[in-house]
């Protein structure tokens, strides 16, 4: 979630509302400058670097990072016949990349070339298509999924309240020392300690997705409720505190904390959609070797948890 997305305050499913005297146009869109050094690695090569990005936020999509031409290495980009139109912004441009005759995106880059007055910010501007590329990077440091939302933020708390996980009246967990994860746009998620489980109860699935800011994820079904359970078994340095713990979902499984029964709350599951792409773990395991896939590899990108 973030300022446009899932459930935030300019999505089309904003749980909160504007209190102004007029109604607000449905659609709105946002751009601001990243603040951030952001980089663009492609066919062993940085083809952009700036320090001037712009992040456009529009409803339902995730944040677009945006690139001066100036700050794109020269003659990578090819402009092509293929031209889309975008709902708010006009007509749309579409570039190959390319590095040399080994490395070519018949279409990793777009440019708005017609845009209305009002979104002038944009004039110009360069956005290279996520998957396309090799890898994007804040810094030395590589960003995934799509381009980082400063306006996504967890917390975790650490809670002594006494959360009861059961299904078919077997009781699968029953701890006093749950951790509470709070995501920006969602209803608390619980996470319980493995030696609070009954680990016999797990049936490991074999799927994986990856959570952009949280990491990779493993799946568990209990008994005849498929993929009812979720963890992180080497979270992000960020959120290092929930790695290995297992939450669970109430709409699947029966979860009580203090005796009251949690409900799955509207906008809670995560859609991996985006603008040009879709998250899945490709782009975070390392390339199949040639006897086979890695481990517990997911072959399509499913919901992603909280």
Not at 128 to 133: D, G, K, Q, S
Request: with cysteine; charged share 25%; net charge negative.
């Amino acid at each position: 979630m973030g300022l446009s997305w899932q459930q935030g305050p300019l999505s089309t499913g904003a749980i909160g509302r504007f209190l102004v005297p007029e109604p607000l146009p449905k659609r709105l869109l946002y751009v601001e400058p990243l603040r951030r050094r952001l980089r663009v690695r492609f066919g062993g090569s940085w083809i952009a670097d700036s320090e001037r990005v712009l992040l456009l936020f529009e409803p339902g999509r995730y944040p677009v990072a945006y690139f001066p031409e100036a700050d794109v290495s020269p003659h990578v980009l090819e402009p092509t016949e293929h031209i889309t139109q975008h709902a708010d912004l006009g007509p749309t441009s579409w570039y190959g990349v390319r590095v040399d005759e080994q490395h070519i995106a018949a279409r990793g880059a777009w440019r708005h070339t017609n845009l209305p007055a009002h979104a002038g910010d944009l004039q110009g501007l360069i956005a290279f298509a996520w998957r396309a590329m090799d890898a994007f990077y804040e810094e030395d440091e590589r960003i995934v999924g799509h381009a980082a939302d400063p306006y996504h933020r967890i917390d975790i708390r650490q809670a002594s309240r006494n959360l009861v996980v059961s299904h078919q009246g077997r009781v699968i967990a029953d701890t006093k020392r749950p951790l509470v994860l709070y995501e920006s746009g969602f209803a608390p998620r619980w996470y319980v300690p493995r030696a609070d489980i009954d680990e016999s109860a797990l049936i490991p699935v074999k799927l994986q997705t990856f959570c952009p800011y949280k990491g990779l994820c493993s799946y568990y079904s209990i008994g005849d409720a498929r993929q009812a359970a979720w963890s992180y078994p080497d979270a992000y340095p960020e959120v290092r505190r929930i790695s290995n713990f297992v939450s669970f979902e109430p709409d699947i499984v029966t979860v009580h904390l203090d005796g009251t029964q949690l409900r799955l709350e509207p906008g809670q599951l995560v859609v991996p959609h985006g603008p040009d792409r879709n998250l899945d773990i490709a782009e975070v395991v390392p390339e199949p070797t040639p006897g086979g896939q890695p481990a517990e590899a997911a072959t399509s990108p499913l919901h992603r948890r909280s």
